[in-house]
């Protein structure tokens, strides 16, 4: 079955670059979260996005901005980068919003290292 | 606030050896529990789904059952390939998901 495709798998930048990660959800989702996991941490929620629409906001910072495309498809954008932006960061995607659909199914991620 | 806490942090087992671990959770107008296996370097893997107290599901050697307070995942004889970190998360009424630290499951062959 189709999972949820993330890219790239590995960055690295320098601090103040800029980072451009790409999400591709399970066809036919059309919901989209990002998430942040830092070294030994669980996940922490950055943004989503139902139907193109910013749905909800986590702990996202001013830095980052995201988007949800024509095609579902999302980009996280983040501008500045810090060391402590230095994590993996998660895509997953789910079917809608009615709660027996929430079910989130994550992608491999993108491993992001800032020097 | 939408809270999870799980115990323990970590767990060793034999392989074979059964257990159980506990997710606790505090929140507003549960919509679901979810309980999700985590391997190093890669992205949480979706297990069960929980949606009211006395529900249960099994998966294999897997189990997960759900009070109105908090959620067991039973590990029935395990094996060295069940080692992982296994990560709840609840759904409140506010919709976003908030994670628990996780049980780092190490099995011993």
């Known amino acids: 079955a189709a999972g949820v495709i993330q890219s790239p798998r590995h960055l690295i930048k320098e601090k103040r670059e800029t980072a451009t990660l790409k999400c591709y959800p399970i066809p036919r989702h059309d919901t989209v979260y990002w998430y942040q996991q830092g070294p030994g941490q669980d996940p922490q929620f950055l943004i989503s996005f139902y139907e193109k629409m910013q749905s909800d906001k986590g702990s996202i910072p001013d830095r980052f901005s995201a988007q949800q495309f024509s095609d579902y498809h999302s980009e996280l954008n983040m501008s500045s980068l810090e060391l402590g932006d230095s994590a993996l960061y998660f895509c997953a995607s789910s079917l809608g919003r009615l709660a027996a659909q929430e079910t989130q199914y994550f992608g491999p991620g993108t491993r992001l290292l800032v020097l | 606030e939408d809270q999870v806490t799980q115990s323990p942090e970590a767990l060793r087992l034999q392989e074979g050896e059964s257990s159980s671990l506990n997710c606790s959770y505090t929140?507003?107008?549960?919509?679901?529990l979810f309980w999700y296996r985590q391997d190093p370097g890669k992205g949480p893997e979706f297990l069960f789904t929980l949606y009211s107290a006395g529900e249960e599901k099994e998966k294999e050697r897997l189990k997960a059952t759900l009070t109105k307070k908090e959620s067991f995942l039973h590990i029935t004889a395990p094996k060295p390939e069940d080692s992982a970190t296994y990560l709840c998360a609840v759904q409140g009424g506010g919709q976003n998901f908030v994670f628990g630290p996780g049980t780092r499951l190490s099995v011993l062959p």
């Open positions: 929140v507003s107008g549960l919509r679901g």
